[in-house]
């Protein structure tokens, strides 16, 4: 049972490129969320998603898109990526009320 | 001010130490809190989940709840050093609640 997996895990980029991190879930969970994770701010809830086909910003939305064309996946697109972007990006899923279950998390530099 | 408080230490203890960890937050309408583990470059896991008011004990670790006062602690007995990881706090408002609102965690390193 591999839960949530993100690819890649690890990036790096030039300014004003443009790239896609996806996330996969195998529990058939309804919920799924982007968050990104700096030192000293914890996890900031980007995107996320109350089912296929659906999607809502978080609290920090600007400079990102995101996809659910299938139940279990959710993607995240930098359309033209900014240094301040370097970051943890981790990618969770949740059935409904309670557990959130969290992938590895995917290291992204922007040079 | 943010919605939730965390001391982020970072906190260094001896092995066999109780190791205290808590959280303030300000939106009265929390009644489910979480407290998660972070190893170094991993994603965080479920340490504990807790609702309303209260205790409640696993093992070395007791979550507590005050609500009245807007605070929650963890507790870890008898550390180890395999208990040496960030703890972050979460909270929500309700069980369907699509968010949660965490902490930014509190990085525990605990010397053999």
């Known amino acids: 049972n591999a839960g949530v997996t993100q690819t890649p895990k690890f990036r790096v980029l030039k300014t004003g490129q443009s790239m896609t991190l996806l996330c996969a879930q195998d529990m058939n969970h309804e919920y799924m969320y982007w968050y990104r994770q700096d030192p000293g701010m914890g996890l900031r809830l980007i995107h996320y998603?109350?089912?296929?086909?659906?999607?809502a910003k978080g609290e920090v939305p600007d400079g990102y898109n995101v996809s659910r064309l299938k139940k279990q996946n959710f993607l995240l697109g930098l359309e033209s990526a900014a240094p301040s972007q370097t970051s943890v990006y981790f990618c969770?899923?949740?059935?409904?009320?309670?557990?959130?279950?969290f992938g590895e998390g995917s290291r992204l530099t922007v040079l | 001010q943010k919605e939730v408080e965390q001391d982020p230490g970072p906190l260094s203890v001896p092995e066999g130490a109780i190791v205290s960890l808590n959280c303030t937050y300000s939106?009265?309408?929390?009644?489910?809190f979480m407290w998660y583990r972070q190893y170094s470059r991993k994603g965080p896991e479920l340490l504990m989940y807790t609702y309303s008011s209260g205790n409640k004990e696993d093992g070395r670790f007791t979550a507590q709840v005050d609500k009245s006062s807007k605070y929650i602690s963890l507790f870890i007995r008898d550390s180890q050093p395999s208990d040496s990881a960030t703890y972050l706090c979460a909270m929500s408002a309700g069980s369907n609640d699509y968010k949660l609102s965490f902490g930014a965690g509190t990085t525990v390193t605990v010397r053999a």
């Open positions: 998603s109350v089912g296929e086909g659906t999607t």
């Open positions: 939106n009265s309408a929390f009644q489910y």
């Open positions: 969770a899923s949740r059935p409904g009320p309670g557990e959130l279950f």
